[in-house]
């Protein structure tokens, strides 16, 4: 047996199993002999995106959506944050104008989804066990479960993370991070891929300033400082602060979503 | 964990490609500001890769700036 791989082939080289780098770009020859340079081998060009089947998946799932004129928006943060309650709260005010859904992700149990139902809303839970972040695989199955009304906002609230669920196109229209201030204001420049990735910023919990030291400002600068574009409400879910400006902004989408086409298609036609 | 998706997607698109011969190299490109971790993705290859085409391959990993996660090319055998 191959002592390097495990293999049950005696007969192959491991013939870069000694350390060296690569500088970008250089496929020129290396400056030490390879021990089967003798054997014919040949250089196959891939330049294939790691992630393209997520993102095929995930653009199937945007034209569906699309298709439904449903506004969908991709839900991320740190644990805790309070989606899960912004979510709540959003459905008890909202609820009676506009048709709400939400796929709850959550490495395990049903308990997010039980929340989301008591408050008025129809839910889907995906737990990912092991897993760290939804993918778009997930999310189109729980689109063909929750089967979301035309017109209709439909809120997939990802695994709490903020680190991997930036990497994943879910089909989402748009992806808001949520942070609240029992974390440190210094979060967007630590966790600079997912404020980067995400159109809005959430501020969660402001009722709570008095009791703890976050600078809001500093908070504000920093989501600029690593994505200038993005849009920032500052709120607390569970007092109500701010929560005016961000339901107004939400409408909006909702409303715009349904004034979106597929190309060359009249608006409603030929759709389920 | 999420370099484990990132590696199956790898495995695939190098495994799809191979028309049955054995690979024996692989090059990705990992932007930095993916946060994936190039130790990380070494480590679930080699476990993802038992079975596959790839079984055995190296992987070389060219770090760049930017969010590109990309397989440049392919040695096979």
Not at chain 1, 184 to 208: C, E, H, T, W
Not at chain 1, 247 to 271: D, F, I, N, P
């Amino acid at each position: 047996m191959c002592a390097v791989c495990g293999c049950s082939d005696d007969h192959h080289h491991h013939d870069h199993d000694h350390p060296h780098d690569h500088p970008p770009q250089d496929h020129g020859p290396h400056g030490h002999p390879h021990p089967a340079a003798g054997r014919a081998r040949s250089i196959v060009a891939v330049e294939q995106d790691i992630l393209a089947k997520n993102d095929r998946l995930a653009a199937g799932n945007r034209r569906r959506l699309l298709e439904r004129q449903v506004f969908a928006v991709n839900f991320v943060s740190s644990p805790g944050a309070g989606k899960t309650t912004l979510l709540e709260r959003t459905i008890r005010d909202l609820g009676g104008r506009l048709a709400i859904a939400v796929i709850e992700g959550d490495q395990a149990t049903d308990r997010d989804a039980r929340r989301i139902r008591a408050a008025g809303a129809r839910a889907v839970q995906i737990n990912t066990g092991a897993g760290c972040h939804l993918d778009a695989a997930m999310v189109a199955r729980a689109i063909g479960d929750i089967d979301p009304a035309r017109g209709s906002l439909l809120a997939i609230e990802n695994v709490g993370n903020l680190v991997c669920p930036a990497l994943f196109d879910l089909g989402e229209r748009l992806k808001v991070v949520v942070a609240s201030v029992t974390e440190g204001d210094d979060k967007p420049i630590k966790y600079p891929a997912m404020f980067r990735a995400s159109d809005v910023a959430v501020l969660n919990k402001v009722d709570l300033l008095p009791h703890v030291d976050f600078d809001v400002a500093a908070f504000i600068d920093r989501v600029r400082e690593v994505n200038d574009g993005a849009r920032v409400f500052v709120l607390s879910a569970t007092r109500g602060d701010g929560l005016g400006d961000f339901y107004s902004w939400l409408s909006a989408q909702v409303a715009a979503e349904a004034t979106r086409t597929l190309a060359g298609k009249v608006a409603g036609a030929g759709l389920a | 964990m999420h370099e484990l998706a990132i590696v199956s997607g790898i495995v695939d698109a190098v495994t799809e490609r191979s028309g049955g011969d054995r690979i024996v190299r692989v090059v990705v490109e990992v932007g930095r500001l993916t946060a994936v971790l190039p130790d990380a993705l070494r480590f679930c290859f080699e476990v993802v890769a038992q079975g596959t085409a790839a079984e055995g391959a190296s992987l070389d990993i060219l770090e760049t700036d930017g969010d590109t996660l990309r397989v440049r090319e392919m040695e096979v055998a």
